[in-house]
C-alpha cells in the first residue's frame, strides 16, 4: 500500500535591528519588533491562517484518511504567541482532530547540531517539553533545522529516545537508490530515517504557480497520478515544505490551497494513503541503512551546509557565537538566555551568503552579505561583553562548571542545615519547656513539702489558723 | 579595422581617471589583431607608450603651410613624430588660418592640461582634427569626454565616417547640480552628432538619457576596466605600523568626491576606538574647510592630509592602509577602488559610483550615511575575518575585470555602428 507522508514546518527568525557599533555596550535590544511584528502579521494573515484551516477542513472532510505532521520552531512558537495566538488555537484544533502529529526540532531554529552536542541536546529537549505542553503529547521524530543530518547527529538524536528522523532525499547520498523507502542511521540503526523526495515537494512549494514551467497549471490529479505511476515496490513520499509555501511562495491567487484540498479524494482514488511519519516508522521495516559522513540539508543545489556556513565570515560568525556556548549554558540569566536562542537562528547566517544560487535572495534590512556580518556581529560583540561579565573571564569553564555545582551544592546544603536548623530549635524548645514545667512542678512540690513541714511544726498554735493558711496556700497555686 | 580616437590626457602624464581609462582601453582594443588605433593628444610628450598605438600631437599638427626642410623637422619634433608625418598632414591644411597664432611649423600651441583658456583650447583642438581627418584613413572615430566632441563632430563631417563618443563624466556629476551651460551645450552637441554613445556606468547612460534626452537605443554602457599592476608595483613591500590602522581617502577634495562625510564618519570611530588613523590624500578646493572641519570635530591628532600624490608613493600609501574608502556623490565611474582592490585592501564605496554596479566584494554605502560608513570602517578593523575575505575576494573579483573583455565589447559596438552607417 502506497501512502503520502506530508510536513510542513513552522518557523519565523526573530529580525535583529540595525546595530551599530557604537551601541556595543550601551543598547542591549537587538530586535526589530516593527519588522517582527508585520512580518509575523503577513503571513499568518495570508499563508498559516488559511492553510491551516484548510487542513483542518481536510481532515474533518476525509473522516480521518488525511493526516499531517508539522513542526513549529520555538522561536517562531514565542512568535506566534506574542502576535498571533491564533494560529496556537488553529494547531490545537487540528491536534484535536487526532490525525496531526507533532515533531520535536531545535528550539531556536538554529545550527547547533554541527558543533555543540551538549547545546543542542538541550534545546531539543526544550523544544520537545513545550510541545508536550501545549499538544500534549511527547514528539516521537525529530525533524533538524533544515532538514540538516549526518551520521553523527543521527546517533545523538537516537541517544535522545527518538525513533525517527526526516532528512533530505539529497542525490549525492541516495546515487541509485529512491528516497520511497525507509532507511535507518548507520550509527543508530533503530532511528529510522524519512527522505524527502524534492522533486514532488518542490513542485508544489516552488514552481506551483510559474507559469512558464511546463507542467503548469498543475492539478492535484495529474500530481496524484505521477505518485501512482512510480514502479510498485516503492511504498512512501515524504513531501515536506514550508508552511509558507502554501501562501507566500505560491500566493492563495494561485489555487493552491484549492490544489492541496484536492489531493485527499484524488489520492483515495488511486488507492493512495496519507501518514504521519510514527505511523510508517512503526508499520514499515528499513530498506538499507544511509551513510551520511558530511553534513546535508535540504537547502541550495548543492543541498549542505554552505548557504550557513560556505563562507570565510559565516565560519567567524559562526564559531564566536559558539565559544560562548557553555557559559550561556551554565548561567542562568533569562534574558541572555532568550538572546542566544535568537542569535543562533540559522537565517542569520543566511544572510551573509555570497553564493550565487540564481534564486533572489531576501537579506532583509541588508545591502548585502557584509552589512549583514558586520551588523551580527556588533550585536555579538554586545553579547559575548554581556556573557563575559556574568562570571569572570580568567576562570575556565571546567573550573566555573566545578565551581557554580560547588555553590550549588553548598547551596543546597545550608538550606538543609537551615532546615536541621529549624528542626532542632523546635525539638529544643519543647524540651526546654518540658524541664521548665517540670521544673516548676518540682519547686512547688519544694514549696508544699515547706509548708506541711511548717504546719506540722506549727501544729500546737491551734488548727484554725492551720486551716486558713492551708487554703491560702491553695489558692496562691 | 582602424580607429581614429581623440583624448586629451594618456599615461604617464595624467591628472585624473580620464587618461588612465583611455590607456586601458586603447591597450584593451589592441589585442584585437587587426584593430589599429591613431591616437590624437593636444601635447604627447615623446614618453608615452607607443607600442600599441599611434599617437599624433595637435601640437604638431600644422595648419598653417610652413616651407621648412627635413632636418630642421627632425630636430623639432623627431622624438615623437616620423618628419613624413609632418609632410602628409602638411598637404592637408583646408583652410588659411594664418591669422592665427602658430610657431614656426605652423602648428598651434596646446598646455594639454585644463587651463583659463580651456574653450580656445578646445577649438583648436578641432581645428587641427580637420586637418588631421582628411589625412588619415579610418573606419570610424571615436572621441573621450567632452574635450574632444567638437573635434569628432568635425572629423565626423569633413570624412562621413560614423562618431562613437565616450562618456567618461557629464557635468552634472562635476557640478553636483550646477551645470554650467557652455559645457552642457558642448556635450549635449557631442550626444546629438554621434552615432553612438558609451557611458562609463549605468548611472551615466541614465544622465544621458534623461539630462541630455538621447534615444536609449544609440546610448550604452561599457564599464571601465583596470589595468594589472606593473612588476615594480606589486613588489612595494607593504609598511604596516603595528597596532595602528590606517583608513585611507584617495582623489581630489572636492564636492563631488565628498570628502565632508568622511571627516565626519572618522570622528565617529575615533570617539570609540583607538589605534586607527585617517588619511585624507589628495588636493582640492575644499581642503581647507576639510582642516577646519577636522580641527572642529577634534580628532586633528588622527587625521591627516598629506597633499597630492602620484605614481609609486599612491601605492604605497594603499598598502598601507587597512580600507580604502570612497564616499564620492557621484560618480561617473570611479577606478580607484578597483587599484586599491588589486592591492588587496577592503574597500568602501558609495552606492552612487559607477563602480558600485561591477564590483560586488566590497561594501556599498550611500554617501550620507555616515552611520552605515563608520560601522563599515569599524567591521573591517575589528573583524579580521571580514578584512581577510574581503582583501582576498576582493582581489579575485576585480582580476576578472580586464581592458580585454571591455575592448570586445567595444568592438562589437563599432562593428554594429558602421555596419548602420554602411546601410544608411
Known sequence: MRTICLYFEIHQNVHLKRYRFFDIGTDHYYYDDYANETAITEITEHSYIPALNTLIEMVKNSDGAFKVALSISGVALEQLEIHAP????????????????FLAEPYSHGLSSLVNEQCFREEVMRQADKMKSIFGKTPKVFRNSSLIYSNEIGGIVASMGFKGMLTEGAKHILGWKSPHYLYHCIEAPKLKLLLRDFKLSDDISLRFSNSEWNEYPLFADKYISWIDEMPQEEQIINIFMELSSLGIAQPLSSNILEFVKALPNCAKEKGITFSTPTEIITKLNSISALDVNYPLSWVDEERDTSAWLGNSLQREAFKKLYSVAERVYLCQDRRIKQDWDYLQASNNFRFMTTKKTGLRLNRGIYDSSFDAFTNYMNILGDFIKRVDALYPVDVDNEELNSLLTTIKNQGEEIDELHKEIKKMYLTEKATLEKVESNRSIEILKKKMGNITENIKTKEPRGSNSNKVTKEGAKTKD | MKVLMFGWEFPPHIL????????????????????????????????????FVKIIGMNSTPVVWRDVNWDYVNSRVGSYMDPQLYYDLRDHIYADFSYMYTNDLGCIEFSGKYPENLYEEINNYSIAAGVIARQQDFDIIHSHDWLTYPAGIHAKQVSGKPLVIHVHATDFDRSRGHVNPTVY????????????????????????????FQDPRKVSTVHNAVSPLSKDIQDIVTKKIPNEKIITFLGRITMQKGPEYFVEAASMVLHRTQNVRFVMAGDGDMMNQMINLVANRGIADRFHFPGFMRGQQVYEVLKASEA????????????????????????????????????????????????????????????????????????????????????????????????????N
Not at chain 2, 591597450?27 to 604627447?44: N, V, W
Not at chain 2, 559610483?353 to 575589528?382: H, P, Q, R, T, V
Not at chain 2, 576582493?394 to 565589447?409: F, R
Request: aromatic residues 8%.
Open chain 2, 324 to 423: 580604502y574608502i570612497m564616499p564620492s556623490v557621484s560618480e561617473p565611474f570611479g577606478i580607484s577602488p578597483l587599484e586599491a582592490m588589486q592591492c588587496g585592501v577592503p574597500t568602501i564605496i558609495s552606492k552612487q559610483s559607477g563602480c558600485a554596479e561591477i564590483l560586488d566584494k566590497c561594501f556599498k554605502i550611500d554617501y550620507w550615511d555616515i552611520n552605515a560608513m563608520a560601522d563599515a570602517i569599524y567591521a573591517i578593523c575589528a573583524y579580521p575575518a571580514l578584512h581577510d575575505f574581503l582583501m582576498n575576494e576582493g582581489k579575485k573579483e576585480v582580476d576578472q575585470i580586464t581592458w580585454e573583455k571591455v575592448g570586445y565589447k567595444i568592438r562589437r559596438i563599432y562593428d554594429e555602428v558602421i555596419n548602420n552607417s554602411k546601410k
Open chain 1, 86 to 101: 491564533a494560529v496556537i488555537d488553529l494547531l490545537r484544533q487540528l491536534n484535536d482532530t487526532g490525525c496531526c502529529e
Open chain 2, 185 to 212: 551645450a558642448i556635450e549635449k552637441n557631442g550626444m546629438d552628432h554621434a552615432d553612438h554613445i558609451m557611458c562609463v556606468s549605468e548611472l551615466t547612460r541614465q544622465i544621458v538619457i534623461n539630462k541630455y
Open chain 2, 16 to 51: 585624473g581617471g580620464l587618461g588612465t581609462a583611455s590607456y586601458g582601453m586603447t591597450k584593451g582594443l589592441s589585442k584585437q589583431a587587426d584593430m589599429e588605433i591613431t591616437f590624437c593628444l593636444p601635447r604627447p610628450l615623446g614618453d608615452e607608450d607607443r607600442s
